[in-house]
């Protein structure tokens, strides 16, 4: 059985790779900056008393459950110098640029390791060339996890978007700064004997620049298991009375995720639809203000508080530009909620079925979705009937089932 070592910063999905080939056998090592375990992890009442209380929650959050310590290898000053460096930079353009040295940082940390003990390596998108490079060299296996579209894409969109939106976000100062993160993404490509993705538009956009298809795979990720009680009211109940349909949107504020589009929506179904937003802000003073006109903003919400924002809302939007395959969507899926949201969000959502898939930067289509899912309570709950049975085929279980059965089919 071949031996895998997993490289990655931060807990992406909450370690669940390196838990699920812990799981199969087929972990021989997992390499991060920061964890639970660290000396700073037990230093979180100083960290508190340092005004840095939020910065221990996130750590001791970082929680490798089920994997024994002799198969971890952190980096933890790595990772507070990291942390450090990114919470002095505003420019994006400057973000992209930091992202790149860091993972160029972390790549020559986990390639001074021993790696000839393993058969294959796997990592994550930008951050995993300098390691790859030298597991081909030793012979191993070099598998990609290819979190998001290629960032080349991405800031292709962004850049127009930042036009025809001016003043809603920082405009960068270092435009180019994303160059050299995707620089190493394309490297990394040629490298990797597999490629994992979480949905068809990222292959899509990968076999756009040039990457061979048939080392790509697509493994949709799983959905969470809420345990949400039943709506009191059916919806054909609840809109008798002339209450408005519920829309809820989840995530960064940012035009990568098309908020401006959440606000144009909200504008035009004014009294007729309730909107809210959670996430972080990404925008400028002026274009939160853009938001907080027609949108209820509520900030930030913890992911385990997610749960009563999903139990609040009819609907959940999603106008991405891009994404790898955003875990709302699953979220909100498993919650029972219809799901209006683009192709290039990677959702599982089939159009008529659990939701609407709509173009992206189309107000339009959006208006449309939600005037015919609040003109038919019928039509919203019986949608609301299909999203309760597609979830069952994206459970993380079948997730795990299909990651292992590709990385196995590589060794065979």
């Not at 990114?86 to 353009?93: C, E, K, N």
């Not at 058969?119 to 300098?130: I, M, P, S």
Request: include cysteine; hydrophobic fraction near 40%.
């Amino acid at each position: 059985m071949p031996s895998i070592l997993v490289a990655q910063i931060g807990a992406r999905r909450h370690y669940a790779v390196p838990a699920i080939l812990h799981r199969a056998g087929l972990l021989g090592c997992v390499v991060t900056d920061l964890t639970d375990r660290d000396f700073l992890a037990r230093c979180s009442g100083v960290l508190r008393a340092l005004g840095l209380g939020s910065f221990a929650k996130r750590i001791r959050d970082r929680n490798l459950k089920e994997i024994p310590d002799q198969k971890v290898v952190s980096f933890p000053l790595y990772g507070i110098v990291r942390v450090a460096r990114r919470l002095i930079i505003s420019d994006p353009g400057r973000l992209r640029r930091h992202h790149a040295l860091a993972n160029e940082w972390f790549g020559k940390l986990v390639a001074r390791l021993d790696l000839s003990q393993y058969d294959g390596v796997y990592v994550f998108n930008g951050a995993g060339l300098e390691i790859a490079r030298i597991a081909k060299g030793k012979g191993l296996k070099v598998i990609v996890d290819q979190t998001s579209a290629p960032i080349e894409a991405e800031e292709k969109l962004l850049a127009e978007e930042r036009r025809r939106w001016k003043g809603w976000e920082a405009e960068p100062k270092d435009p180019q700064g994303w160059q050299v993160l995707a620089r190493r993404e394309e490297l990394e490509w040629e490298l990797a004997d597999l490629i994992v993705c979480g949905s068809e538009y990222v292959k899509h956009c990968l076999v756009e620049k040039g990457v061979d298809s048939a080392k790509i795979r697509v493994v949709h990720p799983g959905a969470p298991e809420w345990s949400l009680p039943e709506k009191s009211q059916r919806p054909e109940e609840r809109f008798r009375d002339g209450n408005p349909l519920r829309v809820l949107f989840a995530g960064t504020l940012c035009l990568r995720k098309g908020i401006p589009y959440v606000v144009e929506a909200a504008r035009a179904l004014r009294g007729a639809a309730e909107f809210r937003a959670v996430g972080s802000n990404g925008l400028t003073r002026f274009g939160l203000q853009q938001v907080r006109a027609w949108v209820e903003y509520c900030g930030f919400v913890p992911r385990s508080e997610m749960a009563a924002q999903y139990r609040w809302a009819d609907v959940f939007l999603l106008p991405s530009l891009s994404e790898g395959s955003a875990n709302v969507c699953f979220e909100a899926l498993a919650a029972g909620l219809p799901v209006i949201t683009t192709p290039n969000a990677g959702s599982v959502v089939r159009d008529g079925v659990e939701g609407f898939i709509v173009p992206i930067r189309c107000c339009g289509s959006i208006v449309n979705a939600v005037q015919v899912l609040m003109d038919d309570p019928a039509l919203l709950e019986r949608v609301q009937q299909s999203v309760t049975e597609a979830v069952k085929d994206y459970t993380w279980a079948k997730y795990e089932h299909r990651l292992v059965q590709e990385i196995r089919d590589l060794f065979s």
